[in-house]
């Protein structure tokens, strides 16, 4: 999968992303800063590599996608992660969101149903330094031994919010989900006392189903 390395064409590209992502109203400079250093390429096919720092979302194994830059940039200025924070996300996926989570400090436990994608992930975040616990399970149940979390992030559309993840969130902690099924209404979850929530709608996205076992 690493086969091509990170040049200086690569990090030009990148910061061309990270401009047009600011012109879209990414305003927060750690999530762009993220952006422009993790290496987008390297966690798609080679074969797409000529697309990696255009603004859309890729095809990965599984029949799953890496999303495009601007959702993972939303995503990740709306769960306004500050350096120390305990992150769970689900799904893994691709690795990139959590590597784009990791260079903003935060430590990073992520859930993938897929095997295939859990040790593509694994290796991939393993080869470039990234420091992140990853898990290979159910998203919906979360990871009750390393809870509570500062923060979780789902990268799937969800029919729902699954209790057993504001369970695990602290008392307030932010929770970003897609909720939806054709399209999904990006969701900001604050926790409150008594696991009572607030929720705001952040306007609306398409991912691939998050899928919960049976």
């Known amino acids: 999968m690493i086969n091509s390395g990170d040049t200086f064409l690569h990090k030009g590209l990148r910061k061309k ?20 250093k993790v290496p987008r390429h390297l966690f798609i096919a080679s074969g797409l590599d000529r697309l990696a ?39 893994t996926g691709s690795g990139y969101n959590a590597a784009v989570l990791a260079e903003m400090g935060a430590k990073v436990f992520s859930i993938e149903r897929i095997s295939k994608l859990y040790k593509n992930a694994q290796y991939i975040l393993t080869t470039l330094g990234y420091k992140c616990q990853l898990f290979l399970g159910d998203g919906y149940l979360g990871k009750p031994p390393y809870a509570p979390y500062d923060r979780i992030i789902v990268t799937a559309g969800a029919s729902e ?52 076992d049976k």
């Open 53 to 91: 720092y255009e603004d859309q979302a890729l095809p990965i194994e599984e029949g799953q996608t890496i999303s495009q830059p601007y959702t993972v940039a939303f995503q990740n200025q709306l769960l306004d992660v500050k350096p120390g924070m305990k992150v769970l996300e689900i799904g």
């Open 17 to 36: 992303l990270v401009e047009q992502l600011a012109k879209k109203g990414i305003h927060d400079e750690k999530v762009l800063q993220a952006i422009g």
């Open 161 to 212: 919010i699954p209790k057993p993840l504001i369970e695990q969130l602290v008392e307030g902690g932010k929770m970003v989900i897609p909720v939806g099924t054709q399209t999904q209404e990006m969701l900001l979850v604050i926790k409150k006392e008594n696991n009572e929530v607030e929720i705001t709608k952040h306007g609306y996205f398409v991912f691939v189903p998050f899928v919960k």
